[in-house]
């Protein structure tokens, strides 16, 4: 292997000490050294460090074995850059400190010892001997180079919002390397980045806050939702709770409680207890509202059977009676009652109702086979009747007075003689005989209106006072028409006319009484 393989070698050995892709990793490489790394400031009893420089080590220090080749320039410059934590945006690509630039914060003095240049003084760095002044400075450069690398990360996770937690360590941890002074560089524009990476940081995390503050709010106000309307469910009257529907809802909401507590959004233990014990507690009273329902409802349906089970019995012991006036009537009030009498389960009701009907129907039927039977007896009376109705009928129009009436009572005799009817034609029957006899009685008054005396003797004094009236009316027309008094023409002209008008109709009225 050739001297430059063996420098390049050691240069990777020396010089691959990736950024941690995350602030747990940064923390575990501050806290555990690395492989071959320099001893910084190391005591004078540790045990020598093979191949590795001494940073600030003291001179009388046991006498190390010979060193590693140390990396050369070429193998600093082109060494890979470390690699960085995957973010959501793109990985910016982090120059290298050239040795001109470093040479600007640093210089090399003696055998390997490094001052860093800050605040207008020198600070000792450490000391890598035995490797030229270039090598020397662009180990120290490098490990100014890996902290910035690490603030470019950090810098990237915070433009593209990535969560704040454990940032603000990260920045801690970069400061407290940074406070080592074992690094060449522009430590102070490191600084001043990691007072703008705080920050920003700080603003993130508000941000955060507020966004977490939010989503706990929006929570909040679901699930007091859900809250809220498990006890209006609770809280309904049961008699008019619609069970189905609110048992549904009551396990819909409780679903939607545990698809919330699934959700990964705490509330607070005290917030998430409280509503809990609501939310619980309206769900026991429901269940036992809902208990006690049913079990009233059993109750209810139990006594409801038992009432109708007796109407039933009574129903059907009336079934097979032939006394129909009286268990008609019995039946009406057996009808009553079950309308008043309070409902059974559908099943049981529809059931139950099922045997009154039937019991009802053997009644009605045996009935209804007997007044057939009737009906068949009175068709032949039902034959008179209608002979007799047709006589009835030829008084129209009632002319003669007294002949109506004589044959009017005629047919009444022999309908009477003739007897009952069929059922059904009863009111048809009926109702053409009163037709008669009402015309006749209506005959009847008339004539007494018009030969009645009072009416008479009124009817003539009301002529007499139009007729006198008329006269007068007549007379001012006159006096009127001499003056021509328009005004009084045309009092007197209304007057007439409205007097003569009602003389007209009362000489007619007289004129029918005649």
């Given at each position: 292997m050739t001297d430059s393989q063996k420098s390049d070698e050691t240069a990777t050995d020396l010089t691959e000490t990736a950024a941690p892709a995350s602030d747990e990793a940064a923390s575990e490489a501050a806290t555990t050294p690395a492989a071959e790394a320099p001893v910084e400031d190391a005591p004078e009893s540790s045990a020598p460090a093979a191949e590795a420089p001494l940073e600030n080590a003291p001179e009388n220090s046991a006498p190390a074995p010979a060193p590693r080749p140390a990396p050369s320039p070429a193998a600093f410059a082109s060494r890979p850059k470390p690699a960085a934590a995957p973010?959501?945006?793109?990985?910016?690509?982090?120059?290298?400190t050239s040795l001109a630039e470093a040479s600007k914060w640093g210089r090399v003095e003696g055998d390997g010892h490094v001052f860093l240049n800050i605040d207008g003084g020198e600070h000792p760095v450490g000391q890598y001997p035995d490797v030229s002044d270039d090598e020397a400075l662009a180990y120290f450069a490098r490990k100014y180079d890996d902290v910035v690398a690490q603030i470019v990360l950090l810098e990237q996770r915070v433009s593209s919002k990535a969560q704040s937690t454990d940032m603000q360590k990260t920045v801690t941890h970069l400061r407290e390397q940074l406070a080592e002074r074992n690094m060449v560089g522009d430590l102070r524009s490191a600084e001043a980045r990691l007072d703008e990476l705080s920050t920003q940081i700080a603003e993130l995390e508000k941000?955060?806050?507020?966004?977490?503050?939010?989503?706990?709010?929006?929570?909040?106000?679901?699930?007091e939702a859900i809250v809220a309307e498990a006890e209006q469910i609770s809280g309904q009257d049961p008699a008019q709770t619609q069970w189905k529907t609110s048992s549904s809802r009551m396990n819909e909401l409780f679903e939607s409680w545990k698809a919330a507590q699934k959700s990964g959004v705490r509330l607070g233990r005290s917030n998430e207890d409280a509503l809990w014990k609501r939310f619980r507690a309206a769900r026991t009273v429901f269940d036992r509202h809902r208990r006690a329902y049913f079990s009233q409802l059993d109750s209810n349906n139990s006594a409801a059977k038992s009432?109708?089970?007796?109407?039933?019995?009574?129903?059907?012991a009336l079934s097979t009676?032939?006394?129909w006036g009286f268990a008609a009537g019995e039946y009406r009030r057996l009808m009553d009652q079950w309308k008043a009498s309070p409902r059974a389960s559908r099943k049981d009701d529809d059931a139950l109702w099922a045997r009154f009907r039937a019991a009802q129907d053997v009644f009605f039927t045996n009935r209804q086979a007997a007044n057939d039977e009737i009906d068949q007896e009175y068709a032949a009376n039902l034959t008179v009747k209608e002979a007799l109705l047709t006589e009835a009928n030829a008084i129209f129009p009632v002319k003669d007075l007294a002949a109506a009436k004589k044959a009017l009572q005629s047919v009444r005799d022999r309908w009477e003689e003739a007897g009952k009817v069929p059922r059904a034609d009863m009111g048809r029957i009926e109702a053409g005989l009163r037709k008669v006899e009402d015309a006749v009685r209506h005959a009847e008054e008339e004539q007494w209106q018009r030969s009645n005396p009072e009416r008479k003797a009124r009817t003539n004094s009301a002529l007499s006072q139009l007729e006198s009236a008329i006269a007068g009316l007549q007379d001012d027309l006159a006096k009127a028409e001499k003056t021509g008094d328009q005004r009084r023409i045309k009092a007197a002209q209304e007057a007439l006319e409205a007097r003569q008008a009602w003389l007209d109709q009362i000489q007619r009225s007289a004129s029918e009484l005649s």
């Open positions: 973010v959501a945006a793109p990985v910016a690509a982090v120059p290298s941000a955060e806050k507020a966004e977490h503050d939010a989503v706990r709010a929006s929570e909040l106000a679901a699930r009432a109708k089970e007796k109407l039933i019995t009574e129903a059907e009676s032939t006394d």
